[in-house]
């Protein structure tokens, strides 16, 4: 099965068993929604534990969970450094708006010039103020900075994991 991280447990909260979370969805008020179902990953277990969500609130920079059969600190303790994650059937693609992707999707795909000379791969994503800024790792090792705007990016092909760029003069 495959799984994809939407947050991480980093410390319980109290006693009564809500878990201090970390997001890493951009997708928070669906994925953290009560009676929502995810997989809880203990630090170094391949087996997950399905909870569902009984209540959610914020507190400075986490997400406070509590899950329904959790209300102790004792059940929740097993949890801590652990990764909270959703299937790809729970993955929604109606989320997302026209040329919205998720980084799954990206990460791996083949970026190709107009002119059909191969370029790299996407190793990764920053996120800037403006716009994201894909990594792309070069054929011959050099990494190449990709910046995620229509004057560059002109065709992406999920499916065949290619996507053609503009090369702007000083791009690469």
Not at 2 to 28: K, P, Q
Not at 103 to 121: K, L, M, Q, R
Not at 155 to 162: A, C, G, L
Request: net charge negative.
């Amino acid at each position: 099965m495959e799984w994809f991280n939407v947050g991480r447990i980093v410390n319980t909260h109290g006693v009564r068993g809500e878990v201090r979370i970390l997001s890493t969805t951009d997708f928070e008020e669906q994925r953290f929604a009560v009676g929502n179902k995810l997989a809880a990953f203990k630090k170094d277990d391949k087996k997950p534990t399905w909870v569902t969500i009984e209540s959610v609130r914020r507190h400075k920079n986490f997400i406070l969970l509590t899950f329904e059969g959790m209300h102790n600190i004792n059940l929740v303790e097993p949890f801590k450094e652990g990764m909270l994650k959703v299937t790809k059937d729970q993955m929604e693609d109606d989320l997302l708006e026209e040329n919205e992707y998720f980084y799954h999707d990206i990460i791996g795909c083949s970026v190709v010039s107009e002119e059909g000379e191969t370029i790299g791969e996407i190793k990764d994503i920053l996120e800037t103020g403006a716009n994201d800024v894909w990594v792309v790792k070069g054929t011959k090792g050099k990494e190449h900075y990709i910046p995620y705007i229509e004057d560059v990016v002109k065709d992406i092909n999920i499916d065949e994991k290619v996507i053609t760029i503009h090369v702007m003069e000083g791009l690469l």
